[in-house]
């Protein structure tokens, strides 16, 4: 590279739950600026969750957090050209990028659900990966599929 790479910025934690991953996924779900619409979609869904859970033991917040480690990958595949062939190579993922990879698919799929307000399809969509089912978690058996099926062309790694 060129030039050196940029430095992490600091993210705040959030307001009620005092955490940073909260602050992070809000940020990813933001539209046009606006974050403290993100927020309260986020908060609005958090109490969904609450009202919905079966599991008492656990608060809203660590289901959260169980549907996110859920859907995160822990490989996946890369394209890599060789002698005029593309290959898919089944490769490791960076524990920051397994983060962002599982936000962006919960916010994706919470977005393509049929209920009334964002709020309501992400609480949802919340509750089924922290099942371990759902879309997104499907996203990511599909993902852990495309690596097992690509892992003869695994000594092509860079």
């Known amino acids: 590279m060129r030039k050196r790479q940029a430095k992490k910025r600091p993210i705040l934690p959030d307001p009620r739950f005092g955490d940073q991953l909260v602050t992070r996924f809000v940020n990813m779900m933001m539209w046009?600026?606006?974050k403290s619409v993100?927020?309260?979609?986020?908060y609005d869904a958090m109490d969904i969750v609450d009202q919905k859970k079966t599991d008492e033991e656990k608060s809203a917040l660590e289901l959260w957090k169980d549907a996110l480690s859920n859907v995160m990958p822990h490989v996946e595949v890369r394209s890599r050209r060789v002698g005029g062939a593309t290959f898919q190579i089944p490769m490791q993922i960076r524990p920051d990028r397994k983060i962002s990879t599982a936000m962006k698919w919960l916010i994706s799929y919470?977005?393509?659900?049929?209920?009334?307000s964002m709020a309501q399809k992400l609480a949802s969509e919340i509750l089924a990966a922290a099942k371990?089912?759902?879309?997104?978690?499907?996203?990511?058996?599909d993902t852990h599929k495309m690596a097992e099926a690509n892992k003869a062309f695994s000594h092509f790694r860079f």
């Open 38 to 42: 993100a927020f309260r979609i986020f």
């Open 110 to 116: 919470a977005r393509k659900r049929n209920e009334k």
């Open 132 to 141: 371990e089912e759902g879309a997104a978690v499907k996203k990511r058996m």
């Open 32 to 34: 046009d600026g606006k």
